[in-house]
């Protein structure tokens, strides 16, 4: 099996974006093979609907027992089991929906995107259209 480039996480509250382009860390339960390198693209349901809103490259992972006793008290409190952190965060001023993506012919919304993993070339597909619309 061909190991991802990178994976789409999709962010479901507002207050957890928020939290994701402060901290530059991201708490899941997706079972998937993280790795430092990757690149994970956020999308975030918007007033255009899903849509690519930023994207970061993996510095660190780690699984909840490394954790603050803080960090391992909200994990347990939403079934995550690691924390992903990112070298650097980009956040798009403006989204970028997925239906002016690739993504579109896949028919998968809202939660099927979240932790669907990508290669390079549908990374930077997403990421040039994203960045070509913020001028």
Sequence with gaps: MVEADGYILR????????????????????RRKWKAGQTIVFMHKTSIGDAAIGYGVIENVYERDELSEEERLECEKYGWKKAIEFKYIIKFEKPLPVKETFLKDLKLRGKYLHGLPLNREQLNAIISRAERLQH
């Design 11 to 30: 962010i479901a509250t507002e207050k957890w974006v928020d939290q994701v382009f402060n901290i530059a860390i991201y708490y899941t339960g997706a």
